[in-house]
């Protein structure tokens, strides 16, 4: 991965010209710092497609995509590959030419190997920030593992069908929070202070208890994923229709584990939930935009995250999106 800009590193006028809007919304130093995040893709879906656009385009310093799917199996919601990309050309590969082209001031690069290649410790060692899209729970839980030692953040996230989720760790995390009191005589201050938040890691996250959550508020999503996790970390794999009943069985362990009762996971949510086998753009956009706005804010340091430490978004639900903090 390239390395980031030395810290410090001032905007030029064409930088400054570009991003103008956006430094009238978050300030010149808060751009600076994005300019020099260094943020690692693994899986380039149609999810990975919308936030390496976004974040593309708000200057990120530098953008590494990992997958070696060739594009004659792209997946269609990747918008970033054309259609006409020559079949031997990887996703990756594909993806970061489009993403080039839309801002010339982000340095984007590929490296070689499967997604999981981005575990590899010369791979972290050059980021920031980890984005795993599209990968079960057995990678996302050895990739939390990885960051917290390297101290990395880590956004993770799945979009299936009417389902799609987001989960963030990044660790103890400092930002800064701008401060307006208002004077006696009319006029007011701005103040700006450090705070630190922190963040559950994934095995938290997913194994902690329920016992007095109101099951009524609960999202049923994070109950279902939090079963499909476990599958995931048995199998190494994400289930399909023919695991129906394995996660039954699963679904009334983890849930007597959590102290609540299995009933309250519908059935009918998790079975579609193993059964679809592709994403839907209009889920990827949501859900691919809240975590562009987290990973801005993240490098950016710039306010408090929205996430911490699940962002959860189904049809099921009425498609209303909520943030949940597990563990």
Not at 41 to 66: D, P, R, T, W
Not at 98 to 121: D, H, Q, R, W
Not at 213 to 222: D, E, G, N, P
Request: proline share 5%; glycine share 8%.
């Amino acid at each position: 991965m390239a390395s980031s800009p030395k810290a410090g590193e001032q905007l030029t006028e064409h930088e400054a010209a570009i991003y103008d809007r956006q430094l009238r919304v978050w300030g010149v130093e808060t751009q600076k710092r994005l300019s020099q995040a260094r943020v690692l893709i693994a899986g380039c879906n149609g999810l990975a497609a919308e936030v390496a656009k976004n974040i593309v385009l708000a200057g990120v310093g530098s953008v590494a995509l990992v997958d070696d799917t060739p594009c004659s199996l792209r997946p269609p919601s990747n918008f970033l590959v054309p259609a006409d990309a020559p079949a031997s050309t990887t996703v990756a590969e594909a993806s970061a030419t489009t993403l080039a082209e839309m801002n010339p001031y982000v340095k984007v690069s590929v490296l070689p190997g499967t997604p999981v290649a981005a575990l590899a410790p010369e791979n972290l060692r050059q980021a920031d920030l980890l984005l795993l899209c599209g990968q079960d729970a057995s990678v996302i839980a050895q990739a939390d593992a990885l960051c917290r030692e390297d101290g990395v953040a880590l956004f993770a996230g799945v979009c299936r069908g009417i389902f799609g989720w987001a989960f963030a760790d990044l660790g103890e995390h400092t930002y800064l929070w701008e401060k307006v009191e208002e004077q006696k005589d009319g006029s007011s201050s701005k103040t700006v202070e450090e705070r630190m938040l922190s963040f559950p890691s994934w095995a938290a996250a997913t194994s902690c208890s329920l016992q007095g959550v109101s099951t009524k508020r609960l999202s049923k999503l994070y109950l279902l994923l939090r079963v499909c996790a476990k599958f995931e970390q048995q199998q190494e794999r994400f289930p399909t229709a023919e695991d129906a009943e394995a996660l039954a069985a699963l679904a009334a362990g983890v849930c007597s584990e959590a102290g609540i009762d299995p009933a309250v996971l519908p059935a009918n949510q998790l079975a579609a939930y193993a059964a679809a086998d592709a994403d839907m753009p209009a889920i990827n956009a949501v859900v691919g935009g809240v975590v562009a706005n987290e990973v801005i804010k993240a490098v950016g340091r710039k306010g408090e995250p929205a996430v911490n430490n699940f962002f959860l978004f189904s049809l099921a639900d009425g498609g209303q999106g909520s943030v949940e903090r597990m563990g």
